[in-house]
């Protein structure tokens, strides 16, 4: 079993920053991934970022040169520092683990962009 904890979200004017945080504990397997998928209101959920255990990232179109997805193994924590941040970026962000075969997921935190 592996348990989530994110922090970070709020309220921040468009071309403002924040910085997410999700740590990991339980049973965690060296090979796995962590990653952040975001839900906007009527819409589906879809992939922000990812980041792997060996390090391979992968990013949304819509976020690429903006978002950095980043990890500290020694904590199981990963990261997503946000900058110029829009208004279409509003939305609950879940942290998402692949632990191995096994998905976990956070709670979610919102993120809100104003105008």
């Known amino acids: 079993q592996v348990q989530l904890v994110e922090s970070g979200g709020g309220l921040v004017q468009a071309g403002g920053s924040l910085r997410l945080s999700c740590a990991a504990s339980?049973?965690?397997?060296?090979?796995?991934?962590m990653g952040w998928y975001r839900q906007a209101p009527g819409k589906q959920r879809e992939l922000v970022a990812r980041i792997t255990s060996g390090d391979t990232t992968n990013y949304a179109d819509s976020v690429k040169g903006r978002f950095t997805i980043s990890r500290d193994n020694a904590k199981n924590t990963v990261y997503l520092q946000m900058n110029s941040l829009k208004p279409e970026d509003t939305a609950v962000y879940y942290c998402h683990f692949l632990n191995g075969p096994y998905p976990y997921w956070g709670q979610g935190t919102q993120v809100t962009v104003s105008s």
């Open positions: 339980g049973n965690i397997f060296s090979t796995n991934a």
